[in-house]
């Protein structure tokens, strides 16, 4: 995704709480062992300020915040790009995995199961033409984008089976105390200054677009 530093957050909070959503369950209420209610997830629609789409998240202040920590974490690591050396670049994964537990003195494994990576360019467009228009086009192709996030994560690809209760934090992060989301981490790295022409294949759209 090409972006402004202003749309960053938005653009990459929009994807990663798309993918969330469909890795979160309600809160599992064991009656005894093997038996388990799951409570419900609530759905909050948010509306972004920088570009034009809503999309759906949980109803979660707690993954909400935690979400939005790591993602302005990763915009401070862009900005430690030299800007005079070119387009600030870089990769932001969301990895979902599981615990395996092992006995002492080793410690226990995180198995990957599932990796979302996005690269971000940040580029500076020259006026508010430019801008609006491309606040429009960024809509267009966030909304693809997660439409295509919606029918990977509807395949029967793989998910860990629900553990007993014992071994419920091997799968599931209990922490949040509305959802549960199955454990994730989020990781970041800068790439450097990328390519001028990526800025110049932006406004060469943005040119198209205003000619219609």
Wanted: contains cysteine.
């Amino acid at each position: 995704m090409t972006v402004e530093s202003k749309q960053l957050e938005e653009v990459v909070n929009s994807i990663f709480h798309t993918i969330l959503f469909h890795r979160t369950t309600g809160k599992f209420h064991y009656k005894q062992e093997g038996a388990f209610l799951i409570g419900t997830v609530g759905v909050v629609e948010t509306d972004c300020d920088f570009v034009d789409l809503t999309y759906v998240r949980c109803n979660s202040p707690t993954l909400d915040k935690n979400l939005r920590r790591e993602v302005s974490a990763f915009k401070d690591v862009l900005r430690s790009t030299d800007v005079n050396a070119g387009l600030q670049s870089g990769h932001i994964s969301l990895e979902f995995y599981q615990k395996k537990k092992n006995r002492w003195p080793f410690p226990d494994e995180s198995i990957p199961w599932e990796v979302w990576t996005l690269k971000i360019n940040v580029i500076s467009l020259s006026n508010e033409q430019e801008r609006q228009a491309y606040r429009e086009k960024l809509g267009e192709i966030l909304n693809a984008k997660i439409i295509c996030i919606v029918e990977a994560m509807n395949r029967n690809d793989y998910i860990p089976k629900a553990p007993n209760q014992a071994l419920l934090d091997t799968v599931f992060d209990t922490t949040c105390p509305d959802v549960q989301p199955f454990l994730f981490k989020i990781s970041c790295q800068n790439s450097g200054p990328t390519n001028a022409s990526v800025g110049a294949a932006v406004r060469k759209l943005l040119r198209d677009t205003l000619a219609l």
